[in-house]
């Protein structure tokens, strides 16, 4: 297996390249989670990967809690489903806590202080409430924390979503709430430990493969140790093939990718298929680039693909009733390149049930 055809077998696995799901839950529950710290560009995510969901299918899947948002790998913002959310949460909390121990110990914030909170957060939402994290601010702080650091407010709030005490509730236009978990995922799956590593482990490798443990690791923010017993738990499940001195791990089951050529996607920020690894050669060639700190911009850029390889930026501005997409390429596309990213154009356009003027060079 070549790299290109790790970068072909990516795009099919992680249902870029095929897309047979049709519930933004389907996308998240088959890749595990989905980073979602820019929720414009989580969603566009989703629907690529969906049979054309629009945006606005995809918000009212999220205020409905289809699919939620909390923190939950490494630790980051993720779109999660409600049937798997407990069982990560036991999984991968106790690991997300031991990043954020730095800051317990700088805010202040000890056990007794958690216990409380997440007392008062209880109280102020149960009930169906849905609140902005500044309204339980005033809430917590009245109650006798101090939350006018907003950093403080900040971790408070992030432990009671590793606590499994909230999670995403329905935006208020463009203001994220919280809502009890317990009343946004009443039916979830609980799985003990070693069963919570081995669907967490399967999950990655079947959504996201080829990869190799060390991407599992950076993807789930597990110990070494612990990703590999994870792997070692689903390993007949699984196939593998040595590239470059590299493991590649795989559905054992993965026909080869038949994806037609050339095919564009128009990737956010964070997307799976770029942030899901550590090692990103198989997608992008930093000789190709005029980006400066291209490993640091392919992740935080829209990158523009072509047959699973980087091969540009972009950039959008919806205004007066119409996107402006501008694209910025390594190299001049070919004919058919450009066709192909006509029609990824065209879809980014019904995303957004908007016409699209695309600025191209």
């Given at each position: 297996m070549t790299k290109a055809e790790i970068a072909l077998q990516r795009l099919h696995q992680q249902q870029l390249s095929q897309q047979v799901f049709e519930k933004p839950e389907e996308v998240v529950g088959w890749l595990g989670a989905v980073q979602a710290q820019d929720f414009g560009g989580a969603k566009w995510a989703v629907s690529q990967r969906t049979t054309g969901l629009t945006d606005s299918a995809l918000e009212q899947a999220f205020a409905r809690g289809a699919i939620l948002r909390t923190h939950i790998l490494r630790p980051t913002w993720h779109f999660v489903t409600p049937a798997d959310i407990r069982w990560i949460l036991s999984l991968m909390a106790p690991r997300v806590k031991a990043f954020n121990a730095y800051?317990?110990?700088?805010?202040?914030?000890?056990?007794?202080?958690?216990?409380?909170s997440s007392?008062?957060?209880?109280?102020?939402?149960?009930g169906g409430k849905q609140l902005t994290r500044s309204e339980l601010g005033v809430i917590v702080q009245n109650a006798g924390i101090d939350t006018r650091d907003l950093l403080?407010?900040?971790?408070?709030m992030l432990h009671a979503e590793l606590e499994a005490v909230v999670c995403s509730g329905a935006r208020r236009g463009k203001q994220f709430t919280y809502a009890l978990l317990d009343e946004r995922a009443s039916q979830t799956n609980f799985?003990?430990?070693?069963?919570?590593?081995?669907?967490?482990?399967?999950?990655?490798?079947?959504?996201?493969?080829?990869?190799?443990?060390?991407?599992?690791?950076?993807?789930?923010?597990?110990?070494?140790?612990?990703?590999?017993?994870?792997?070692?738990m689903v390993s007949p499940q699984l196939a593998h093939e040595v590239i470059d001195d590299q493991t590649y791990w795989f559905p054992a089951s993965m026909p080869p990718a038949a994806s037609k050529s050339p095919v564009a996607h128009l990737l956010p920020n964070f997307d799976e298929y770029i942030v899901g690894y550590t090692d990103r050669t198989a997608a992008f060639d930093m000789q190709d680039t005029k980006m400066a700190n291209p490993r640091d911009n392919i992740v935080f850029n829209q990158t523009l693909?072509?047959?699973?390889?980087?091969?540009?930026?972009?950039?959008?501005?919806?205004?007066?009733?119409?996107?402006?997409?501008?694209?910025?390429?390594?190299?001049?596309?070919?004919?058919?390149?450009?066709?192909?990213?006509?029609?990824?154009?065209?879809r980014y356009g019904e995303?957004?049930?908007?016409?699209?003027?695309?600025?191209?060079?």
């Open positions: 800051y317990y110990r700088r805010l202040e914030l000890d056990e007794a202080v958690f216990a409380l007392a008062v957060l209880v109280k102020a939402l149960q403080r407010l900040t971790y408070i799985l003990d430990h070693d069963r919570a590593l081995a669907e967490l482990t399967r999950r990655y490798f079947t959504g996201h493969g080829p990869a190799t443990i060390n991407d599992f690791v950076w993807w789930s923010g597990l110990t070494a140790a612990d990703a590999k017993a994870g792997l070692e693909l072509i047959d699973g390889r980087v091969s540009g930026t972009w950039k959008r501005t919806i205004n007066k009733g119409q996107v402006l997409l501008k694209t910025s390429t390594f190299a001049r596309l070919s004919p058919d390149d450009e066709s192909a990213l006509a029609t990824a154009v065209r995303f957004h049930d908007l016409p699209v003027l695309l600025d191209y060079n």
